[in-house]
């Protein structure tokens, strides 16, 4: 579970968020570690902010979502953190590694080469339980890009889920249907997990809500989010 949080941060998002355990102590802000922010000036917020390139990448809320929950362990439904800020959070993924392996993780994360990450929650007006979280980390180059998505989809097959659905018009990018740590056998939730890269980006899409949920809504929103990176300076 450690390497698959480092992996894209993969967790289970609850619909019911605003209700989760927040008693876990974090330092995740401390010593100034959020990316700098500046004024936005596309002004309108409801959409997401745009004062950074990164966030830029970020697929714009759409007319049909509002912006989502805020994901533990952030304080934030649209946040971004800087390379030393992306990197420390990668090293505290450590549970349940002996002192050898904390060892290995912390040099590996080290050579992956983040450069930052940023995430944005969406939940459907309509359908409330429908909660999406899309991260994007920036690597150093797209050879860091590929190593980190051939580990994410490495691990997941690994732990045998069921294949997602296919996302039209783009290559190198795979869903599973589940997630580990997600809502077990019986439960009314279901979870999409998808994975995907784009030169020295990697893209991971977390898509939550009732178990009816159609894979083609979850295939068409991360089409959409891949889209836009594609052209960041379009809005849907």
Request: proline share 6%; glycine share 10%; net charge negative.
């Amino acid at each position: 579970m450690a390497l698959l949080a480092v992996a894209g941060s993969v967790t289970y998002s609850a619909v019911s968020a605003e209700g989760a355990d927040r008693t876990v102590e974090t330092d995740l802000w401390a010593e100034g570690l959020p990316a700098e922010l500046t004024d936005d000036p596309a002004g309108d917020l409801d959409r997401g902010r745009t004062d950074t390139p990164l966030r830029r990448m970020l697929l714009p809320v759409p007319e049909t979502h509002r912006l989502g929950p805020e994901p533990v362990p952030f304080d934030d439904n649209d946040g971004e953190l800087d390379a030393r800020g992306t990197v420390r959070l990668m090293k505290q993924q450590q549970q349940g590694l002996t002192v050898t392996g904390r060892r290995q993780f912390e040099t590996a994360v080290d050579r992956m080469g983040l450069q930052g990450m940023v995430w944005r929650t969406y939940v459907r007006r309509e359908v409330g339980q429908d909660v999406a979280k899309v991260q994007i980390v920036r690597l150093k180059d797209g050879k860091g890009a590929r190593t980190l998505y051939a580990l994410q989809t490495g691990l997941l097959k690994i732990v045998e889920l069921e294949k997602g659905p296919v996302v039209e018009g783009h290559r190198n990018v795979s869903c599973f249907k589940g997630a580990p740590g997600g809502p077990q056998e019986g439960s009314d939730l279901t979870v999409f997990v998808c994975h995907a890269y784009r030169a020295d980006t990697v893209v991971s899409v977390e898509f939550s809500g009732h178990w009816t949920l159609y894979p083609s809504v979850v295939a068409e929103f991360v089409k959409k989010q891949l889209d836009h990176i594609a052209s960041p300076g379009e809005y849907v």
